[in-house]
């Protein structure tokens, strides 16, 4: 079966960095749509980049120029290099996988999450 660790969250202070790693130890990463997705208390799960089985990379657009999201098919984790955080950065984040062969990845419905881990940005 699958599994999604998260790990590398944490607090941080505005205009500060973390680096999000999500752990997927059993499959094949070529063979797997997987995402980033953040919650805030009270807010709708948001996406927040994406990469497709053929490892094409999108952002969502309030994202683009902070994030960055990256792939080890050698060691079988995704990351999410997060910069200039602000406070309604906030939130936790999830990664999620999905055995799906989409050209975009963000039309599609992951089945597969992580437990999430905490990034809170603030003063």
């Known amino acids: 079966q699958v599994q999604l660790v998260e790990s590398g969250g944490g607090s941080v202070q505005p205009g500060g960095s973390l680096r999000l790693s999500c752990a997927a130890p059993g499959i094949s990463l070529g063979g797997y749509a997987i995402g980033w997705f953040r919650q805030a208390p009270g807010k709708e799960r948001e996406g927040l980049a994406c990469i497709t089985a053929d490892s094409d990379i999108y952002y969502a657009d309030s994202m683009k120029g902070r994030f960055t999201m990256s792939s080890d098919h050698v060691k079988g984790t995704v990351t999410l290099q997060m910069n200039d955080l602000k406070p309604e950065d906030t939130a936790v984040y999830y990664c999620?996988?999905?055995?799906?062969?989409?050209?975009?990845?963000?039309?599609?419905?992951?089945?597969?999450w992580g437990q999430g881990t905490q990034v809170t940005v603030s003063s």
């Open positions: 999620a996988a999905d055995r799906n062969y989409a050209d975009y990845c963000f039309i599609v419905t992951y089945y597969y």
